[in-house]
């Protein structure tokens, strides 16, 4: 079994930052990929970033310049640091980290960008 556990989301004002984190924890495998997306109500879940085990990142379009993924591989946590948050940013975040074994979602975290 693997947990993870997403903290940071909140209220915030247009144009300022936020900062989410995910820390995984259990029987993880080799992390292959790990990641965020999000979901705002009446529309799919979307990717927003995702970092490889070799720390290749993948942003995308609407977030680019405005978000940077990161990792911390001993701690087995994922970042998403946050600026110039819109309006539209508005969404819950959920953290996917991708081993050996499987996919693995976060119960999400609910991010509301006010204008």
């Known amino acids: 079994q693997v947990q993870l556990v997403e903290s940071g989301g909140g209220l915030v004002q247009a144009g300022g930052p936020l900062k989410l984190s995910c820390g995984a924890s259990?029987?993880?495998?080799?992390?292959?990929?790990m990641g965020w997306y999000r979901q705002a109500p009446g529309k799919q879940r979307e990717l927003v970033a995702v970092?490889?085990?070799?720390?290749?990142?993948n942003y995308a379009d609407s977030v680019k310049g405005r978000f940077t993924i990161s990792r911390e591989n001993a701690k087995n946590t994922v970042y998403l640091q946050m600026n110039s948050l819109k309006p539209e940013d508005t969404a819950v975040y959920y953290c996917?980290?991708?081993?050996?074994?499987?996919?693995?979602w976060g119960r999400g975290t609910q991010v509301t960008v006010s204008s």
């Open positions: 996917n980290i991708k081993d050996s074994q499987g996919s693995y």
């Open positions: 970092i490889s085990s070799g720390g290749r990142t």
């Open positions: 259990g029987s993880i495998g080799g992390i292959l990929a």
